[in-house]
């Protein structure tokens, strides 16, 4: 018991040292954290973008979009022109089950972004048009690159979209 209550007793002095030696001290543990999350989401930087442009068209209205350098991308590429019946789904994005699975490599992308486009599981392309945090798992195929109009142009329905190289 006295070993136990020693070992306790070095643990916290030692993070007591340790927080005080920080100058942001109250944030020391949620900065942490913070890191650990992050070091487990894949990162999707302006390097994983590439210089391919492509064309969302909703209606009448025209989105330039583009494409990140990754396998999924490239093979979404392929299949363009690309004209789906997308479903509405939370209020927030549509999708479309390929018949096809495409390569992919998902991970947990935290927050969402309207204009994100990205594929659930290997074979569901996902427009969302509003954005929110998740927990889900997507791999990025592209993103629009001024959504500010996009809620508008999809509506609340199921609705017709035609991807363009």
């Known amino acids: 018991m006295k070993n136990f209550l020693l070992i306790i007793s070095t643990v916290l002095i030692l993070s007591f040292l340790c927080a005080c030696s920080n100058e942001n001290a109250g944030s020391a543990a949620s900065e942490s954290a913070v890191k650990i999350k992050e070091s487990t989401v894949k ?30 991308a490239k093979a979404f590429a392929d299949m363009l022109p690309l004209t789906l019946s997308m479903n509405e789904l939370n209020g927030n994005e549509k999708y479309y089950n390929l018949k096809k699975p495409l390569p992919s490599d998902s991970s947990e992308v935290i927050n969402i972004k309207s204009g994100d486009i990205m594929l659930y ?45």
């Open 43 to 72: 990162n999707f930087d302006k390097s994983e973008k590439s210089d391919n442009t492509f064309t969302v068209n909703i209606g009448d209205k025209s989105f330039s979009a583009q494409l990140y350098n990754n396998e999924t």
């Open 121 to 165: 599981k290997s074979n569901c392309i996902v427009l969302f048009y509003d954005s929110f945090s998740t927990d889900y798992s997507y791999t990025k195929i592209g993103y629009i690159e001024n959504p500010s109009e996009l809620a508008d142009a999809v509506g609340s329905d199921d609705i017709t979209i035609t991807f363009n190289k």
